[in-house]
């Protein structure tokens, strides 16, 4: 069983940074994928990026490659997501995830997630 919890959420300007954090609690989080997605109103949730568990391999969807950088701790069972030259079209609830891959998260089939923190991009 893992538990996430999501923060460092909120309001930005067009152009700012912000850097989610995702504290995973339970014993597997070392040997999980994670990844995060995010959800913005009258949309269906999407994909955003994704680690694998010892961090040697990446995925970024296209509409934030080069902006956005994931990360991970697994000494803190922590993952990040670093959020740069950020839009108002970023704008949603982000959520973190864990899976049992990258190609698994990707195709949003998730073991756990997070209940989601709160990004706002104004223009």
């Known amino acids: 069983q893992v538990q996430l919890v999501e923060s460092g959420g909120g309001l930005v300007q067009a152009g700012g940074s912000l850097r989610l954090s995702c504290a995973a609690s339970?014993?597997?989080?070392?040997?999980?994928?994670m990844g995060w997605f995010r959800q913005a109103p009258g949309k269906e949730r999407e994909f955003v990026a994704a680690?694998?568990?010892?961090?040697?391999?990446?995925l970024y969807a296209d509409s934030v490659k080069g902006r956005f950088t994931i990360s991970r701790d697994n000494a803190k069972n922590t993952v990040y997501l670093q959020m740069n030259i950020l839009k108002p079209e970023d704008t949603a609830v982000y959520y973190c995830a864990a899976g049992k891959s990258l190609l698994l998260l990707r195709l949003r089939t998730c073991d756990y997630w997070g209940q989601g923190t709160q990004v706002t991009v104004s223009s």
């Open positions: 680690i694998s568990w010892s961090g040697s391999s990446t």
């Open positions: 339970g014993r597997t989080f070392s040997t999980n994928a």
